[in-house]
């Protein structure tokens, strides 16, 4: 018998992260759904003239 995947001896490890970075990507993001949601509005409108 074989395995396809050798076992991984040791669990794989969690890195720590800033939260200050994560909370200004998570700014960013739901900035341009908002920029994204109004480009959308915008073409709608334009397109049912």
């Known amino acids: ?5 050798k076992q991984r001896t ?3 490890k969690a890195k720590p992260v800033n939260l200050k970075d994560i909370q200004m990507y998570m700014a960013k993001f739901e900035e341009s759904l ?3 949601d ?3 509005k915008e073409n709608v409108k334009s397109i049912t003239r």
């Open 10 to 12: 040791a669990f794989p």
């Open 1 to 5: 018998m074989f395995t396809l995947f």
């Open 34 to 36: 908002k920029n994204f």
């Open 38 to 40: 109004e480009v959308q």
